[in-house]
């Protein structure tokens, strides 16, 4: 375990409430949580039990690691609010837990010599003891000076968790990545169940899951080498007949599939997978219902 801290947590949310809790499962004692809604209050009491709902200037004061986990754009505000208040000072360990920040939302932090650090769990939290598992093995996206490198990864070891480093101005492009590939996949997979549904399957969870498992699963391992499908085969008319049929009893769905299938002939195109005749077939028939688009040239493999 790393040095024993007083946590105080502002933010008490689905992310703040549970990595409090890793950490005071850990050894370091939870003093103080800062939550305004009602839920934030009922996790603080389910995975926080005996610790103080305060405002968030005393709950700066009192911890020796102040957790940070509020939306991203709140994030700076606060952070100035609390530095303003005199609530935040010299020697005290400042994290936040946005995937999008790095440490300059924290200069007013790091101009009264607190030590800033940039933690965040690449993980969808429910807010539940059920995450509390799921912190083992789970990737942190750390940012941190030299002098708190050492400090950032004692705490992930605390936590169960994983580090990896990000750089400063990598910070946006690291989260866009995590968001496009979770968040996307959400409503990738409820489409996907809509669909079945209008197709009159009874489980569309279950239909699915064994797929997604697999498809998960190869692409992991194997990136793009994994897409199978009509378009990587070429089936035009397969395509074509899609597009009818969601179009006529799905129509919302509409626009991200053509989205995902232009995606997904631009990558077969470019790996030379798919002959240009066929990829050019499917571009008609995606540009029927949308804007028309130039396919990307084969990659040329150097010898």
Known sequence: M??????????????GAVLAAGL???GHPVVAAAGESDASRRRAAELLPGVPLRKPSDVAREAELLLLTV?????????????????????????????RHGLAVLAPAAAVGARVIALHPAMTFTGT???????????????????ERELAEALVADLGGRPTWVPEEMRTLYHAGLAHGA???????SEAMGLLSAAGVDDPAGTLRPLLDAALDNALANGDAALTGPIV?????TVAAHLKDISAKAPDTVRSYVAMAWATLDRAVTDGRLLPIRAQAIATVLSAYGDRRVLPEPRVESA
């Open 129 to 147: 003891a059920v995450d509390l598992e799921r912190l083992h093995g789970c990737v942190f996206g750390l940012t941190a000076g030299p002098a």
């Open 24 to 26: 005071r499962a850990a």
């Open 233 to 237: 085969r070429g089936d035009v008319r």
């Open 2 to 15: 790393s040095h024993v801290f007083r946590v105080g947590v502002v933010g008490a949310g689905r992310v």
């Open 183 to 189: 968040n996307h996949l959400v409503t990738l997979v």
């Open 71 to 99: 939306p991203d754009d709140m994030l700076p505000n606060v952070v100035k609010v609390l530095a303003d208040s005199g609530a935040l000072h010299a020697g005290q360990v400042v994290a936040h837990t946005s995937g």
